[in-house]
T-cell receptor
């Protein structure tokens, strides 16, 4: 049972490059979230989705875009990466109980 | 604005000792409160959930308490082990159809041998 899988786990980008982080869940959860985690800041919500084909902005959405074309996948895109986007990114899906299931994280460095 | 405050920010204890982590929240209307454990380099994992009617809940050496009147929760770890070294995050959810839980910044616990 894979749960929530994030790819890639590590990535180094140059300023201005673009990339996409993929999150896949096999638990048939409706709600999915993308967070970033920075030292001393805790987990901050970037974007979320309440179902296939829907997305919404979270606390820190600037510089990111998302898509939820399939229920099991939630993609996070950076169109023009900036050093301020160096962070660890976590995807989560929400069970009907409200419990969040997190992926293992994607560590992004922007030079 | 919904907020969750955790204290202390960090804590160092010796193996075998007990410790207590605190969480104060202003989330309203309150639905439930969860404690998550995040090991270094891993994603957070749920330890326990507290609902409005629950005062205490245990999960092995972890005991969570909730005082809904003062809007405070604590996580007590008994007979700490090296594997307890982690960040502990308090997460509070509101009722009424809210999909967005409110996260605390976490308490970093280090257990030394």
């Amino acid at each position: 049972n894979a749960g929530v899988t994030q790819t890639p786990k590590f990535r180094v980008l140059k300023t201005g490059q673009s990339m996409t982080l993929l999150c896949a869940q096999d638990m048939n959860h409706e709600y999915m979230y993308w967070y970033r985690q920075d030292p001393g800041m805790g987990l901050r919500l970037i974007h979320y989705s309440v179902g296939e084909g829907t997305t919404a902005k979270g606390e820190v959405p600037d510089g990111y875009n998302v898509s939820r074309l399939k229920k099991q996948n939630f993609l996070l895109g950076l169109e023009s990466a900036a050093p301020s986007q160096t962070s660890v990114y976590f995807c989560a899906s929400r069970a009907y109980t409200g419990e969040l299931f997190f992926g293992e994280g994607s560590r992004l460095t922007v030079l | 604005k919904n907020q969750v405050e955790q204290s202390p920010q960090s804590l160092i204890i010796l193996e075998g000792k007990n410790c207590t982590l605190q969480c104060n929240y202003t989330v309203s209307p309150f639905s439930n409160l969860r404690w998550y454990k995040q090991d270094t380099g891993r994603g957070p994992v749920s330890l326990t959930i507290m609902t409005f009617s629950e005062n205490t809940k245990s999960n092995g050496r972890y005991t969570a308490t909730l005082d809904a009147d003062t809007k405070q929760s604590s996580l007590h770890i008994t007979a700490s082990q090296l594997s307890d070294s982690a960040s502990y995050i308090c997460v509070v959810s509101a009722s009424g159809g809210s999909y967005i839980p409110t996260f605390g910044r976490g308490t970093s616990l280090i257990v030394h041998p």
